[in-house]
Nanobody
C-alpha cells in the first residue's frame, strides 16, 4: 500500500520560498504510470491542484501557479518536492501530496480529476505570516 508523508516548515514569511517534501513508502516514484502530486486547501476554500510529477519525471503545473511553482524528485530517496516562490498570506493552506495510477489522455492535466486519486498524505499546515 502506497503511503505518503508531507514534511516541511509550518511557518513561512511573505516573499520567501516554500519547500515541502513528500516521502513515499510502499511504492516507487518511478513505477510506470504513477503520478505524484501536490494539492492544497486554503481556509474556507476547496481543494486546489497545484502540480504533478510523473513517473517519467515530466511535470504538469496548474496554469495559475506556473510562474511560482516547481516540482522535482529525488529517486534515491523516493521523495518529491514542491517549491512555491514569492509566497503571500493567500498561500496559507493545508498542503497534501497525493498519488494514483493514471493513464492520462493528452488533455488530462488541463483539469485533472484529483479528488478521485487513491493515495493521500495526511496534509501539513503552512502559514504565511510575517
Amino acid at each position: 500500500q502506497v503511503q505518503l508523508q508531507e514534511s516541511g516548515p509550518g511557518l513561512v514569511k511573505p516573499s520567501q520560498t516554500l519547500a515541502l517534501t513528500c516521502t513515499v513508502s510502499g511504492g516507487s516514484i518511478v513505477t510506470n504510470f504513477f503520478y505524484w502530486s501536490w494539492i492544497r486547501r486554503a481556509p474556507g476554500k476547496g481543494l486546489e491542484w497545484m502540480g504533478t510529477i510523473a513517473y517519467s519525471g515530466t511535470t504538469y503545473i496548474a496554469p495559475s501557479l506556473e510562474s511560482r511553482t516547481s516540482i522535482f524528485r529525488d529517486t534515491s530517496k523516493n521523495q518529491f518536492t514542491l517549491q512555491l516562490s514569492s509566497v503571500t498570506p493567500e498561500d496559507t493552506a493545508v498542503y497534501y501530496c497525493a498519488a494514483d495510477l493514471i493513464y492520462p489522455s493528452c488533455t488530462y492535466f488541463l483539469e485533472p480529476n484529483f479528488e478521485a486519486w487513491e493515495h493521500w498524505g495526511k496534509g501539513t499546515l503552512v502559514t504565511v505570516t510575517s
